[in-house]
């Protein structure tokens, strides 16, 4: 079962010290989905949340999609060695289903994803896309734990939607805390630059709206 499907492909940039600068780029995205979850009642941090409560487990993949004009949050959460899919509302938060996906492994084998090895889940999803909507402005729709070829190097690559259906893609280190801010989709700007460094602290709940106001900041990093 394919749990997760990012909107737009993530760059691959290395993940360094707190700091990163990198090259953003523009691609076209479904403007009406993001849109919806931009502005739904539930955030992806909540369903998360509640996600890992329902499951008893730590969440590693979760997204809101859009099937038939049917929108809902799908959380992909580790238990023992297990998976556990939980199905949020994004109106209400309530869990509308849980299904048993199998051993973690043979789920990352059917998604054609790297092996994802459970302790490499370090930093709890919650908390790197509170950093992320923080660090890049906007607000999380896609968040997943991936792991290089070797299965040696784990990253969370987030999606965050912006105003006008436009949405910025973010890598967050969860060893470093290291956040790199990696392109933007849907935007006429031209490509640029910017640094991002997140503070090594735990915020409640006001960062999933922090900075969304600067969706649509200065690409050259300069402030001009």
Do not use: W
């Amino acid at each position: 079962m394919k749990m997760i499907k990012s909107i737009a492909a993530l760059v691959a940039v290395p993940a360094c010290a707190a700091i990163a600068s990198v090259a953003l780029a523009s691609d076209p995205v479904d403007g009406a989905h993001v849109a919806y979850f931009h502005k739904a009642r539930v955030s992806l941090r909540e369903a998360v949340a509640t996600a890992e409560a329902s499951a008893h487990g730590r969440a590693y993949d979760a997204a809101g999609h859009t099937t038939d004009g049917a929108h809902a949050f799908d959380v992909a959460v580790v238990v023992g060695e297990n998976v556990v899919s939980v199905k949020i509302d994004p109106a209400s938060g309530k869990v509308l289903g849980t299904a048993d996906e199998g051993p973690l492994a043979a789920v990352m084998d059917a998604d054609g994803d790297e092996p994802l090895d459970i302790s490499k889940l370090t930093m709890p999803l919650e908390k790197a896309i509170a950093a992320a909507e923080a660090g890049g402005g906007g607000r999380a729709i896609d968040a997943e734990y991936k792991t290089d070829s070797e299965g040696a190097d784990a990253v969370i690559e987030i999606t965050l939607a912006l105003a006008g259906g436009k949405t910025r893609m973010m890598k967050v280190d969860p060893a470093s805390g290291a956040i790199t801010r990696v392109s933007d989709a849907g935007t006429a700007e031209p490509a640029g630059t910017m640094e991002v460094k997140v503070a090594d602290d735990d915020s409640g709940k006001d960062g999933q709206e922090s900075g969304e106001g600067n969706g649509d900041e200065d690409m050259d990093g300069d402030g001009d």
